[in-house]
């Protein structure tokens, strides 16, 4: 029982990301799952920023938020879908932001 637990523990412990590298990893990764489901929609590169100072004004929370920009196609139109993202115990939340 306790080989079991602590296989668990460190199974759990390998998925939380040790570095902002990994971090953004995450951040992409899920804002990509984000995306809106369009027939035909390429994903063409994606980045991280910085959140804008405004923003981290009011921020309350313990970890700090990234932009994650994703460059996409669609029938030859270039958009760029953004979000916010913030990592907290190993998994990654993000919201559409506008630009």
């Not at 602590?6 to 990893?25: D, M």
């Not at 920009?69 to 139109?77: A, I, T, Y």
């Amino acid at each position: 029982m306790r080989i079991a637990i602590t296989l668990t523990v460190l199974a759990a412990l390998s998925v939380i990301p040790r570095s902002g590298a990994e971090a953004g990893q995450t951040c992409v990764s899920k804002a990509t799952e984000a995306l809106p489901r369009i027939v035909g929609l390429v994903v063409k590169k994606s980045r991280t920023r910085p959140v804008p100072p405004e923003i981290l004004a009011t921020w309350k929370g313990q970890s700090r938020p990234v932009i994650i920009d994703v460059d996409v196609e669609d029938s030859g139109e270039a958009q760029t879908y953004s979000y916010m993202c913030v990592v907290t115990q190993g998994s990654a939340f993000v919201q559409r932001t506008m630009n």
